[in-house]
C-alpha cells in the first residue's frame, strides 16, 4: 500500500517529543538549530533519545546529495506501527538572541561553527535566521541582526544552501535583500508572516521562495489562509514549529500536528490528501535539494 508522506518544512526536534506516525505514513522534516549542544543531539555527541535521522532510510535507497548526521538507533516507539522520521538538520542563528553583548562575546564561534557545517556538508540549509522586531528590546537590537543576517547571507551565497528565514514584525526589511536572496537556489519562509501580495511581490522579485504555513491556519489566521489558498501549489510548505506554535489551550505541539496541518490545507486547496502530498513532497525535496527517493512509498 502507497504511503502517505508528511514533510514538516520547520521544527524543532531536539526540544520535541519523538514523531510518530503509522505504517502508511511517511514524516519527512527540516529541524532547525541553534547551537552546537543542539547540533550534537543529531551527531550522537550528546544524543538524549534515539532517532533515526538523515542517511538512514526507512526505505534503503534514494540518498541525499549532503550527508546530514545521523544516529544508527532505532526509534523506541513500543507500536510495530510506528516508522522511523527522516530528519534533515539546518542550523542558523536566531535573531531573538541577537544583542551587543553576542555580537562580542558568541558571534565569531557561531560563525565559524556555521562555516564548518556548510563545508561538510552535515546541514541541508542555513536558518532559522532573519529579523525579529516583535518587541521594542528585539527591535533595538536591529543593527547586530542586519550584521548577522548578513554574514549568514553570505554563507548561503558561498556554498549554494537554502535560507530558511524568520521574520516577525519585519517583512518589509527582507525586500531590501531581494536582489541577493534572487542568487540563492531556495528560500523558505518560515511561518510565512506576510499577506498574499507580498508572497506574489517576492516571487516577482525573482526570488525562488518557497511559503510554510503552519497551525495558525487552523486557527483562522486570515493571511495565511489567502496566501495558501491562492498561491501557486508548487511554493507551499507546511510545517509544526513543534514545539512552540501553538493554538490556544495547547501547552505545546508535536511532530504528528503536521497531519491536522494537511488535513485543513488540503480543505483549503479542495484536494485530496493523496494528491496534496505529493506535490509537498516534491516541493520539500526542490525547496532543500534533495535528490528524490528511489525506494516504493
Known amino acids: 500500500m502507497k504511503k502517505t508522506i508528511f514533510c514538516d518544512a520547520h ?3 531536539s526540544h520535541s517529543k519523538e514523531p510518530h506516525f503509522g505504517e502508511n505514513e511517511q514524516y519527512f522534516c527540516v529541524s532547525s538549530c ?3 549542544e543542539e547540533f550534537e543531539f543529531f551527531s550522537g555527541a550528546s544524543l538524549t533519545r534515539a532517532l533515526s535521522l538523515s542517511c538512514a532510510f526507512p526505505f534503503g535507497s534514494g540518498v541525499p546529495p549532503l550527508g546530514s548526521p545521523r544516529s544508527s538507533a532505532s526509534l523506541p516507539t513500543g507500536s510495530a506501527t510506528a516508522t522511523y522520521p527522516c530528519a534533515f538538520i539546518s ?3 536566531h535573531p531573538q538572541i541577537v544583542t551587543s553583548y553576542f555580537i562580542k562575546n558568541n558571534f565569531s564561534s557561531m560563525l565559524s ?8 556538508r552535515k546541514i ?3 536558518g532559522e535566521c532573519g529579523f525579529d522586531f516583535f518587541t521594542p528590546d528585539y527591535k533595538a537590537s536591529a543593527r547586530e541582526q542586519e550584521i548577522v543576517f548578513n554574514e549568514e547571507l553570505s554563507l548561503a551565497k558561498k556554498y549554494n544552501l537554502p535560507l530558511v528565514l524568520h521574520l516577525r514584525k519585519s517583512i518589509e526589511k527582507i525586500f531590501t535583500y531581494s536582489k541577493e536572496l534572487k542568487k540563492l537556489p531556495a528560500v523558505v519562509f518560515h511561518s510565512f508572516p506576510g499577506t498574499l501580495r507580498e508572497a506574489e511581490s517576492l516571487k516577482n522579485h525573482g526570488v525562488n521562495a518557497y511559503f510554510s504555513f503552519g497551525k495558525p491556519i487552523l486557527n483562522g489566521k486570515k493571511s495565511a489562509i ?5 498561491l501557486p501549489l508548487e511554493n507551499i510548505l507546511l510545517e509544526t514549529d513543534a514545539p512552540y506554535q501553538t493554538l490556544k489551550g495547547e ?3 508535536f511532530p504528528q500536528d503536521i497531519k491536522r ?8 486547496r479542495n484536494m485530496s490528501l493523496e494528491e496534496f502530498s505529493e506535490a509537498l513532497y516534491r516541493n520539500f525535496l526542490a525547496a532543500y535539494s534533495v535528490r528524490t527517493f528511489t525506494a516504493s512509498l
Request: charged share 15%; aromatic share 6%.
Open 113 to 120: 561553527l556555521l562555516e564548518s557545517l556548510c563545508l561538510s
Open 251 to 253: 501547552s505545546e505541539t
Open 34 to 36: 541553534h547551537s552546537q
Open 226 to 230: 489567502d496566501c495558501l489558498k491562492n
Open 11 to 13: 521544527i524543532h526536534l
Open 261 to 268: 496541518v494537511y488535513e485543513k490545507a488540503c480543505q483549503l
Open 91 to 93: 542550523y542558523g542563528i
Open 124 to 126: 541541508i540549509a542555513i
